[in-house]
C-alpha cells in the first residue's frame, strides 16, 4: 500500500500525542483538527465494528472494501488500534499507552470510562500531566447528565431547535449536527487553553464539555432580549428574515436567492441608494432612518418585505452586480454542488483536497480552515483502516514483541481487517 506524501511542514502541534476514545462526530471533529496540526491521534476502537460511524453513508465500496465517507472525512491522518476494553490485558495495553499521551479524549456516556477503570481520577494517577477532556449531551454533573444524548437531542434541550424555523409554521433542527460540531469545537479551545497552562505549570486537568451548554451560549440575542426586558420579550422564530435585525436575511429573486446584511446607518444608505428613487423614503422615514427604530422588532417584517419586493424584480446576478457596485454585503445563496463543482474562492482557500485513501484511490476531502503563515495544519494522511495501526503502536510505542502480539490476536484483545 502506497501512502500519500506527507506535508514537509510538521504543524504546530508537532509531538502531541492524542489518545482518541471518541467516536461519531463530537470527538473525532475535535481531534482531526488537532491531527491536521500535526498531533499524533491514536484512535482506540471496539473490535470487529470500530467506530459507528465506519457503517454512516456514503458508502463506498472498492475491490471488496467497504468504507466510509463519513469516516473518511472525519478521521484522516489519524491511527486505528482496535482493542478489547472488557479484557485486563486490552486495559493494561491502554494504560501503558495513557503513560505516553498528552490528551485523552472521550465522548462515552457519563460514568462510562470510570466503570472501564479508566476514568480521569485512574487517568491522572498514571500520568498527572494528562489532559483529560470528556464531551458529552448534557456534562458530567446536573440533573440531566445520566441521560442519553445525540446531536438532536441538544439541539432540542438547548432552545436552538425552538428558535428554528419560519414563524407559525413548526420548529427545525439544523442542517448539520450543530450540537456535534460546536461542542468539538470549544473543545478544541479549551484543550489548547489546558495545554498552554500545563506549559507554564506542569498540571494536567479534566476538562468537562456540554453539548447543551456550548449550544446555549450561542444564543446570539434570544437570552438577552429575554433577560433584559425583564422576562417580557421572547424572540420570535428565525427564518429568513431575523426578528431583530434588518436587512439581515434571504431574499428572493427571479430564479433564486440572494443574502443581504446593511446592519448600520451607513450600509443602509447604499441599499437604499442602490434600490434606486422609488425606495428613497426609506432614508427620511422615523421607522427606517436608524438601526435602532429599523431594527425594532414592530417594523423588521416591514423592512424585510419592501426589500423583497425589489428583489423579486431582479434575477441574482442582477441584483449582486447592483449590490456590490454600492458596496453592500451580499452572496447568492449557494448550493452544495455549486460549491464543489464550480467556487473559486472554495479552490482557492483549498478547501477540498485530495488524500489517498487505501483501495479507493484519491478521495476529495475538507482542507483545513486554520490557516497560519509559519506552520501549516491540512489532512496529514488516510483514514486508518480498523486496527490498521496495532503492530505500529504496540510494538514501536509501548515495545511489545511480535510474539506477544500475535497471542493478543489469538484471545481476542486484538482485532484488525
Given at each position: 500500500?502506497?501512502?500519500?506524501?506527507?506535508p514537509e511542514?510538521?504543524g504546530?502541534l508537532a509531538?502531541?500525542?492524542v489518545l482518541?476514545?471518541?467516536?461519531?462526530?463530537a470527538?473525532?471533529?475535535?481531534t482531526r483538527?488537532?491531527a491536521?496540526?500535526?498531533?499524533?491521534?491514536?484512535?482506540?476502537?471496539?473490535?470487529?465494528?470500530?467506530?459507528d460511524?465506519?457503517?454512516f453513508?456514503?458508502?463506498?465500496?472498492?475491490?471488496?472494501?467497504?468504507?466510509s465517507g463519513?469516516?473518511?472525512?472525519?478521521?484522516r491522518?489519524?491511527?486505528?488500534?482496535?482493542?478489547?476494553?472488557?479484557?485486563?490485558?486490552?486495559?493494561e495495553i491502554?494504560?501503558?499507552?495513557?503513560e505516553?499521551?498528552?490528551?485523552?479524549?472521550?465522548?462515552?456516556?457519563?460514568?462510562?470510562?470510570?466503570?472501564?477503570?479508566?476514568?480521569?481520577?485512574e487517568?491522572?494517577?498514571?500520568?498527572?500531566?494528562?489532559?483529560?477532556?470528556?464531551?458529552?449531551?448534557?456534562?458530567?454533573h446536573?440533573?440531566?447528565?445520566?441521560?442519553?444524548g445525540?446531536?438532536i437531542v441538544?439541539?432540542g434541550?438547548?432552545?436552538?431547535?425552538?428558535?428554528?424555523?419560519?414563524?407559525?409554521?413548526?420548529?427545525?433542527?439544523?442542517?448539520?449536527?450543530?450540537?456535534?460540531?460546536?461542542?468539538?469545537?470549544?473543545?478544541l479551545?479549551?484543550i489548547l487553553?489546558?495545554?498552554?497552562?500545563r506549559?507554564?505549570?506542569?498540571?494536567?486537568?479534566f476538562?468537562?464539555i456540554?453539548?447543551?451548554?456550548?449550544?446555549?451560549?450561542?444564543?446570539?440575542?434570544?437570552?438577552?432580549w429575554?433577560?433584559?426586558?425583564?422576562?417580557k420579550?421572547?424572540?420570535?422564530?428565525?427564518?429568513?428574515?431575523?426578528?431583530?435585525?434588518?436587512?439581515?436575511?434571504?431574499?428572493?429573486?427571479?430564479?433564486?436567492?440572494?443574502?443581504?446584511?446593511?446592519?448600520?446607518?451607513?450600509?443602509?444608505?447604499?441599499?437604499v441608494?442602490?434600490?434606486?428613487?422609488?425606495?428613497?423614503?426609506?432614508?427620511?422615514?422615523?421607522?427606517?432612518?436608524?438601526?435602532?427604530?429599523r431594527?425594532?422588532?414592530?417594523?423588521?417584517?416591514?423592512v424585510?418585505?419592501?426589500?423583497?419586493?425589489w428583489?423579486?424584480?431582479?434575477?441574482?446576478?442582477?441584483?449582486l452586480?447592483?449590490?456590490?457596485?454600492?458596496?453592500?454585503?451580499?452572496?447568492?445563496?449557494?448550493?452544495?454542488?455549486e460549491l464543489?463543482?464550480?467556487?473559486?474562492?472554495?479552490?482557492?482557500?483549498?478547501?477540498?483536497?485530495?488524500?489517498?485513501?487505501p483501495f479507493?484511490?484519491?478521495v476529495e476531502?475538507?482542507?483545513?480552515?486554520?490557516?497560519?503563515?509559519?506552520?501549516?495544519?491540512?489532512p496529514?494522511?488516510?483514514?486508518?483502516?480498523?486496527g490498521?495501526?496495532?503492530?505500529?503502536?504496540?510494538?514501536g510505542?509501548?515495545?511489545?514483541?511480535?510474539?506477544?502480539?500475535?497471542?493478543?490476536?489469538?484471545?481476542?484483545?486484538?482485532?484488525?481487517?
Amino acid at each position: 500500500m502506497n501512502e500519500e506524501p506527507q506535508p514537509e511542514n510538521p504543524g504546530p502541534l508537532a509531538g502531541i500525542r492524542v489518545l482518541d476514545f471518541s467516536r461519531v462526530l463530537a470527538g473525532p471533529f475535535t481531534t482531526r483538527f488537532l491531527a491536521d496540526a500535526g498531533a499524533e491521534v491514536i484512535k482506540v476502537e471496539r473490535p470487529a465494528l470500530g467506530d459507528d460511524s465506519r457503517h454512516f453513508p456514503w458508502i463506498i465500496e472498492s475491490n471488496g472494501v467497504k468504507q466510509s465517507g463519513y469516516y473518511i472525512y472525519l478521521n484522516r491522518g489519524k491511527k486505528s488500534i482496535c482493542v478489547n476494553l472488557k479484557d485486563a490485558k486490552g486495559l493494561e495495553i491502554i494504560r501503558k499507552l495513557v503513560e505516553k499521551c498528552d490528551i485523552l479524549i472521550e465522548n462515552f456516556s457519563p460514568g462510562t470510562m470510570a466503570r472501564l477503570g479508566l476514568g480521569y481520577d485512574e487517568v491522572r494517577k498514571i500520568n498527572p500531566r494528562v489532559i483529560f477532556c470528556s464531551i458529552s449531551c448534557f456534562g458530567q454533573h446536573g440533573p440531566y447528565s445520566s441521560e442519553p444524548g445525540y446531536d438532536i437531542v441538544s439541539q432540542g434541550a438547548s432552545g436552538w431547535i425552538a428558535m428554528s424555523g419560519e414563524p407559525n409554521h413548526p420548529p427545525l433542527q439544523s442542517p448539520v449536527s450543530i450540537g456535534d460540531m460546536n461542542a468539538a469545537l470549544h473543545a478544541l479551545g479549551a484543550i489548547l487553553m489546558a495545554l498552554y497552562y500545563r506549559e507554564k505549570t506542569g498540571i494536567g486537568q479534566f476538562i468537562d464539555i456540554s453539548m447543551v451548554d456550548c449550544l446555549f451560549n450561542l444564543h446570539e440575542s434570544a437570552v438577552q432580549w429575554y433577560i433584559l426586558s425583564g422576562r417580557k420579550v421572547k424572540m420570535g422564530r428565525v427564518g429568513r428574515h431575523h426578528p431583530g435585525y434588518v436587512p439581515y436575511g434571504v431574499y428572493q429573486c427571479r430564479d433564486g436567492y440572494v443574502v443581504i446584511a446593511a446592519l448600520n446607518d451607513e450600509l443602509w444608505k447604499q441599499l437604499v441608494t442602490a434600490m434606486g428613487k422609488e425606495y428613497e423614503w426609506l432614508l427620511t422615514d422615523p421607522r427606517f432612518n436608524l438601526t435602532s427604530t429599523r431594527c425594532h422588532p414592530q417594523n423588521t417584517s416591514v423592512v424585510a418585505q419592501i426589500i423583497e419586493e425589489w428583489t423579486k424584480k431582479f434575477n441574482c446576478e442582477d441584483i449582486l452586480r447592483i449590490l456590490k457596485n454600492h458596496g453592500v454585503p451580499c452572496t447568492k445563496v449557494k448550493t452544495i454542488d455549486e460549491l464543489c463543482d464550480n467556487d473559486p474562492h472554495i479552490k482557492a482557500r483549498e478547501m477540498l483536497v485530495k488524500i489517498r485513501q487505501p483501495f479507493i484511490g484519491d478521495v476529495e476531502v475538507f482542507g483545513s480552515p486554520l490557516k497560519f503563515s509559519s506552520v501549516s495544519s491540512c489532512p496529514r494522511g488516510h483514514a486508518p483502516l480498523t486496527g490498521e495501526h496495532n503492530e505500529e503502536i504496540l510494538i514501536g510505542l509501548l515495545g511489545y514483541t511480535k510474539e506477544e502480539l500475535s497471542e493478543l490476536y489469538r484471545e481476542g484483545v486484538l482485532y484488525k481487517v
